[in-house]
């Protein structure tokens, strides 16, 4: 009886650890089991230099936002640590001592864009002001369960009228043709409609199109990454921008996993799932690799879908088209993630000395959407960028938790490598386009790359294979067109549900996934209490 359990939560990333919290709320002996010896998946803080203990990174994802506040009421998560430092404005340095920032007030930030373009200074913000009513209202259909578009049964007609009649003060037939486009359209050319200056684009979207996603600016469908990345309003109250987790990024991993053991959740360690067991079509528990099974009627699986249907099941217990659709799922990236400790802030040519909106808002190494564009058609040539960019943060500014006084530690999300080199570590070759982006940081912060103390390099092989983000995609599956809603991960399945009966799916690959948010975790057990199907 000492393995047998009402529910088993497979991974203790934060989207397991909520899913086990709100499990364990409702009152069921729930078990999380989480692979490696320490919680938090890709949203962990870590101390990867062992000569150097002092300092502490996050060590894939860096900023966290679209955390329903229901969720940190629900699960007391500020109670436990969760703190989030608003992230500062954009700052965009050019190779000719330049740079565009947009920290201040409106007129500040026009006479900023106007050094750059007088048209865009006013037509940036009727951008703004656009994107933000298309974000509004596509934003509370993360906090929706999607309905299987397309079916004939009687309660997924009802479902799907019911998300119609919801959705239908913000819907019209401009609305409709906006959404369209931003579904459709590349960034750079959405950005065309709007604007003229390369430089106001990037800031506009032309990074918030891309990040983490194999496809650079000129490709159709990223208009909608970066409308992802500009949600402000989910339907479940304001929130605020993008944020540094006090603590790292593992502080709300910490939090979620304090969270669900308050709640009466059992967390397993260094357990990683072999296999899931099913009966008849139903799941029975899960073994771990040393053989060790748990028993359960109720199984979440909160990793990879790629894993769990591939790998954790026998093809044969699945339906056919069910299979092939998750083989489909493209879940490339060809992302590295660089962390730095330096002894010094960089001391950028357009803006000498310390300024909290520049050191303390994300700085981008793309000074225009050709030079991103360049980076990507390198990796998709088979090499990795000449030239990388980056998103680059320096959550010391405002967290002093993370490295000693004086010192600070650099976060850079960078793209891109060929995506193919999840099959393989190429670290030496990691390292080299490493370099070449200092090299190019140190172009416009002279002092960049001389204090540099320390330097870590992960890219699609490890993330792959340390963190089970198969391709190294971030987003546990792209958020292209195809993927997105009804269709993510796949048809039929976009409920939180899944063919074997019991097993239920909480991962980052279903609907609202892609970044730290928690909702597909509080979706999944919102489903399984609307199907009763805890037994307790």
Same mark, same amino acid.
């Given at each position: 009886m000492a393995n047998n359990y009402d529910a088993i939560v497979i991974g203790g990333g934060h989207n397991g650890l909520v899913a086990g919290a709100y499990l364990a709320k409702n009152g069921a002996r729930t078990l999380v089991l989480e692979a490696r010896d320490h919680v938090g998946g890709a949203a962990e803080t870590s101390a990867p230099w062992p000569d150097a203990p002092e300092f502490n990174v996050t060590t894939l994802s860096y900023v966290v936002s679209l955390v329903p506040p229901s969720v940190i009421r629900d699960l007391q998560l500020e109670r436990f640590g969760y703190k989030v430092l608003t992230q500062g404005p954009y700052f965009v340095p050019q190779f000719d001592g330049t740079a565009l920032s947009l920290a201040g007030d409106h007129d500040t930030k026009a006479a900023a864009i106007a050094k750059f373009s007088k048209k865009d200074s006013v037509r940036y913000f009727e951008f703004k002001e656009w994107i933000a009513k298309v974000a509004n209202v596509m934003g509370p259909l993360l906090m929706e369960t999607p309905p299987h578009l397309g079916s004939k049964k009687f309660g997924d007609l009802v479902a799907s009228g019911k998300l119609g009649w919801k959705m239908r003060s913000g819907i019209s037939e401009r609305m409709v043709a906006d959404i369209t486009k931003l579904m459709t359209m590349s960034i750079n050319d959405l950005l065309d409609e709007w604007l003229e200056s390369p430089v106001v684009k990037v800031v506009a979207g032309g990074v918030s199109g891309v990040i983490g996603t194999w496809a650079?600016?000129?490709?159709?469908?990223?208009?909608?990454?970066?409308?992802?990345?500009?949600?402000? %309003?989910?339907?479940? @109250? #304001?929130?605020?921008?993008?944020? /540094? +987790?006090?603590?790292?990024?593992?502080? &709300?991993?910490?939090?979620?996993?304090?969270?669900?053991?308050?709640?009466?959740?059992?967390?397993?360690?260094?357990?990683r799932v072999s296999k899931i067991n099913t009966s008849n079509g139903r799941v029975t528990g899960v073994v771990a690799g040393n053989g060790e099974e748990y028993t359960a009627p109720l199984v979440v699986?909160?990793?990879?879908?790629?894993?769990?249907?591939?790998?954790?099941?026998?093809?044969?217990?699945?339906?056919?088209?069910?299979?092939?659709?998750?083989?489909?799922?493209?879940?490339?990236?060809?992302?590295?993630?660089?962390?730095?400790?330096?002894?010094?802030?960089?001391?950028?040519?357009?803006?000498?000395?310390?300024?909290p909106d520049v050191h303390g808002g994300t700085i981008e190494m793309a000074p225009?959407?050709?030079?991103?564009?360049?980076?990507?058609? %390198?990796?998709?040539? @088979? #090499?990795?960028?000449?030239?990388? /960019? +980056?998103?680059?943060?320096?959550?010391? &500014?405002?967290?002093?938790?993370?490295?000693?006084?004086?010192?600070?530690?650099?976060?850079?999300?960078?793209?891109?490598?060929?995506?193919?080199?999840?099959?393989?570590?190429?670290?030496?070759?990691?390292?080299?386009?490493a370099d070449r982006l200092v090299d190019r940081v140190n172009d416009v912060a002279p002092n960049f790359k001389n204090s540099i103390l320390h330097r870590q390099v992960i890219g699609p092989h490890e993330m792959e294979n340390e963190w089970g983000l198969v391709g190294g995609n971030i987003f546990h599956g792209e958020l292209s067109a195809n993927q997105l809603f009804n269709m993510r991960p796949v048809v039929g399945y976009a409920d939180y549900r899944s063919p074997i009966k019991g097993l239920y799916q909480a991962h980052s690959g279903t609907h609202a996934g892609g970044g730290v948010n928690g909702i597909p975790g509080h979706h999944a057990v919102r489903e399984i209490m609307k199907d009763k199907a805890l037994k307790k």
């Open positions: 650079g600016p000129f490709e159709p469908g990223t208009a909608y990454v970066m409308a992802h990345h500009s949600i402000g %309003d989910i339907g479940d @109250g #304001k929130l605020g921008t993008w944020g /540094f +987790a006090e603590g790292g990024m593992g502080a &709300v991993s910490n939090a979620c996993r304090q969270a669900a053991e308050h709640f009466g959740a059992e967390i397993k360690l260094n357990t699986t909160a990793i990879h879908p790629k894993i769990t249907f591939l790998e954790h099941l026998d093809r044969s217990e699945l339906p056919a088209q069910f299979v092939q659709d998750v083989e489909n799922i493209q879940t490339r990236s060809g992302t590295v993630k660089i962390n730095l400790a330096v002894d010094a802030l960089p001391e950028f040519t357009a803006a000498p000395g310390f300024n225009t959407i050709d030079y991103i564009e360049e980076a990507f058609m %390198d990796a998709r040539g @088979g #090499k990795a960028a000449e030239s990388p /960019f +980056a998103d680059i943060s320096i959550p010391t &500014v405002f967290d002093k938790t993370l490295a000693p006084e004086g010192k600070h530690i650099v976060s850079m999300f960078t793209q891109w490598v060929p995506h193919t080199w999840n099959e393989e570590p190429h670290q030496d070759e990691l390292e080299a386009y």
